[in-house]
């Protein structure tokens, strides 16, 4: 993995621009403002959708389709965003608590087992944000619909890219544990919208109609 200082000039702008962009939009999802952007547009009121990993998105998203799961597995954090969903009267949400697993087995985790709830085929979108991510994204890939949208954000730590972002893994490098490979090998020539804030990344994969 390419290992990129923090403190460069070009780190430090990036950096004073994501701060920014947060503190002028204070409700926005914690992705960059390219993937917002693309999303706000291409969502749609009928949506169903996953997102590994509560915050800011969670609320985002609510308000946006017609049902979203959450799966979150710190406790206070989870209270807080609870009380969040109260606060704006959004109950269109399922939202799981999922501690780690005590084995740090994530094929036996509940947080990653969340996805086998859905049928084939029937996820519009899930996003992966949260714990034991290459796993969550191998569980729900057959999940999601022709079409679907696979959010994956800070996918530059784990994927080969061409991302300036700090520690980003290079292009000629690749995936940084065999899972991530696993899912690499089926996403990999999926049509892909890769977007970065030079702070981090945000990719969205489109799944294919036909495989």
């Known amino acids: 993995m ?15 621009i994501e701060k920014l962009y947060r503190r002028t939009h204070p409700g926005i999802a914690w992705l960059t403002p390219d993937a917002n ?32 799961d959450s799966v979150e597995h710190q406790a206070n954090w989870y209270e807080k965003i609870a009380q969040m969903l109260d606060e704006a009267r959004l109950d269109n949400v399922r939202y799981h608590l999922h501690a780690r697993d005590a084995d740090d087995n994530p094929d036996a985790s509940g947080y990653v087992r969340i996805a086998d709830s859905f049928a084939l ?44 972002a700090p520690n980003s893994v290079p292009v000629d490098g690749k995936p940084v544990t065999p899972v991530w490979q696993e899912v690499y090998d089926v996403i990999h020539l999926w049509r892909t919208i890769w977007t970065s804030n030079g702070v981090s990344d945000t990719a969205i994969f489109i799944k294919p109609c036909t495989e």
Request: charged share 25%; aromatic share 8%.
């Open 121 to 164: 085929g029937s996820l519009d979108f899930a996003l992966v944000d949260g714990i034991y991510r290459a796993h969550c994204v191998r569980a729900v890939i057959d999940k999601l619909k022709p079409g679907g949208l696979l959010i994956i954000d800070n996918v530059n730590l784990y994927l080969p890219c061409e991302s300036m």
């Open 37 to 68: 952007d693309i999303l706000d547009s291409c969502l749609c009121k009928e949506d169903r959708g996953i997102e590994f990993g509560s915050g800011n998105s969670t609320v985002w998203f609510a308000k946006r389709v017609a049902f979203l």
């Open 2 to 16: 390419r290992s990129i200082r923090h403190l460069t000039p070009r780190y430090i702008v990036n950096r004073t």
